[in-house]
């Protein structure tokens, strides 16, 4: 067999054992796939796909900044993905960790955070990154790469070395599952797939295994 090909081919960690909380399954799984690389940005990357009033779905890779009781991530509130949210509050995030032959879907409600919250991760960002949420409109076209570094520059001698605050425009959302869905390689055609939803109000979480 060929050597490269070997070498792509996914690490296969086949559980036989599921935990009775999907958040607590993920999480699992999360710890596995950073564990091998916590400076890899796809331990914390996944696809989360939005739809605007009019029906057009949009998707895009964000930074899942933690997970408690859901998938915490932060954008300008002005942003494709902001006003999306605004006018349709239900999303669905992605986790493709390929190498381990996974992926994770999630369904659900996306609520904004506190200002609190927001305030409060927006003060463990680096410096360029809190001067870059003030200059940077992601909705406005520009001439050119050099507006937005003129901006910045603005920014950055209206602040100085003073604290960068947040600004009002931008901040954090929340999506609050309703469904997760584990999908494991296992090296044949008989993918296990395994899903929890909680239908309407209720608490409770449904398991299912499913059709690969």
Known sequence: ??????????????????????????????????????????????????????????????????????????????????????????????????????????????????DVESDSFFATLPHDVQLLSWASDQRQPIADQQVLVGRYAEIERRFGDQEVPRSRSWGGYRLIPDSIEFWQGRGDVHTNRRRYRRPGTSKDWIFEQLMP
């Not at 710890?31 to 914390?44: H, I, K, L, V, Y």
């Open 1 to 114: 067999m060929d050597t490269a090909e070997t070498q792509t081919k996914p690490t296969l960690v086949i559980e036989t054992d599921v935990a009775r909380d999907p958040l607590t399954q993920f999480h699992e799984w999360w710890e596995q796939w950073a564990s091998r690389d916590r400076a890899d940005p796809t331990a914390t990357s996944a696809v989360l796909a939005t739809v605007y009033a009019g029906g057009q779905p949009s998707a895009r890779l964000v930074d899942i900044a933690r997970v408690d009781h859901g998938f915490v991530f932060f954008t300008n509130y002005s942003s494709r993905k902001g006003t999306d949210l605004a006018s349709n509050p239900h999303a669905a995030l992605c986790f493709a960790w390929l190498a381990l032959a996974r992926q994770v879907r999630i369904e659900g409600t996306v609520e904004r955070l506190s």
